[in-house]
């Protein structure tokens, strides 16, 4: 009978994670310019072809 033991993974250092960071945040930063500036109707029909997308009926 064989056995096999799982290696723990160890944690990246930060700067292998610095890019990954870096680019949510830069993605966040955008879609919070965008949201500032966009008029609430286009979030209303954003929202409403989501849910009907995925199934959820809402009227």
Same mark, same amino acid.
């Given at each position: 009978?064989?056995?096999?033991?799982? %290696?723990? =993974?160890?944690? @990246?250092?930060? /700067?292998?994670? @610095?890019?990954? +960071?870096?680019? /949510?945040? /830069? +993605?966040? @930063?955008?879609? +919070?310019? !965008?949201?500032?500036? #966009?008029?609430t #109707? %286009? !979030?209303?029909?954003? /929202?409403?072809?989501?849910?009907h997308? +995925?199934? !959820? =009926?809402?009227?």
């Open positions: 009978m064989t056995t096999t033991r799982s %290696v723990a =993974a160890k944690a @990246l250092p930060l /700067a292998s994670q @610095l890019p990954a +960071i870096l680019g /949510a945040g /830069a +993605i966040a @930063l955008v879609l +919070i310019f !965008f949201a500032g500036f #966009a008029e #109707a %286009v !979030f209303h029909d954003s /929202a409403h072809d989501a849910r997308s +995925i199934g !959820f =009926a809402c009227h």
